[in-house]
């Protein structure tokens, strides 16, 4: 059980270029989300997702798009990368319903732009 | 506005000692807490949780305490060991389903041999 797969773990990106973190998950969670961490900031969410085909931004959207055609997977598209955008991405699924439950994360993608 | 905040950036331990670790929140709507623990270089995993009808909840070496009239919140790990060094963030959902978590700056711990 792989649990949630982030592709690729590194890359260096120059300022104006675009791309897309994939994320994937195999738990059949309905809940998706995506965060960055910075230094001292502790993570802040991007944008999540409760199911195939809705999505909603979250704290930091700027600069960023998501899409949900399928409950497994979940990316993340830069659009036109600034070096603010450096940072260290996580993306993270969880159960759906009304109980409380914890999220589980991937490994993470470390992002640097140039 | 930080609605969750770990005012110690790093923390340093003995062995065998207790590792308290301090968390305290601003939203008075948060119903539920969550401590993760992230090694460098992984992702965080869940570590434990707390519902705001308990004071109280213990895992093995772990447990933490909430209080709601202060909003605070504390992790107790003890004893400590080598392998519990890492980043410790708390956070809380937004609203019931963690879909929207809200993060701590986290505490960097480390146990000294």
């Known amino acids: 059980n792989a649990g949630v797969t982030q592709t690729p773990k590194f890359q260096v990106l120059k300022t104006g270029q675009s791309m897309t973190l994939q994320c994937a998950q195999d738990?059949?969670?309905?809940?998706m989300s995506w965060y960055r961490q910075d230094p001292g900031m502790g993570l802040r969410l991007i944008h999540y997702s409760v199911g195939a085909g809705i999505t909603d931004q979250g704290e930091v959207p700027n600069g960023y798009n998501v899409s949900r055609s399928t409950t497994e997977d979940f990316p993340l598209r830069l659009l036109s990368a600034a070096p603010s955008q450096t940072s260290v991405y996580f993306c993270?699924?969880?159960?759906?319903?009304?109980?409380?439950?914890?999220?589980?994360f991937g490994q993470g993608t470390r992002l640097t732009v140039v | 506005d930080q609605q969750v905040k770990q005012n110690s950036p790093s923390l340093s331990v003995q062995e065998g000692r207790i590792s308290i670790l301090n968390c305290d929140y601003t939203?008075?709507?948060?119903?539920?807490f969550l401590w993760y623990k992230k090694y460098p270089a992984e992702g965080p995993t869940f570590l434990i949780s707390i519902s705001s009808i308990k004071d109280k909840n213990e895992d093995g070496r772990f447990t933490v305490f909430l209080n709601k009239s202060a909003k605070h919140l504390s992790l107790h790990i003890v004893p400590s060991q080598p392998g519990d060094s890492a980043v410790y963030f708390c956070?809380?959902?937004?609203?019931?389903?963690?879909?929207?978590?809200?993060f701590g700056q986290g505490t960097r711990l480390t146990i000294n041999p």
């Open positions: 956070a809380a959902p937004l609203f019931q389903g963690a879909q929207k978590l809200v």
């Open positions: 993270a699924s969880s159960y759906s319903g009304t109980d409380n439950t914890e999220a589980f």
């Open positions: 738990m059949n969670h309905e809940y």
């Open positions: 939203n008075s709507m948060f119903d539920y």
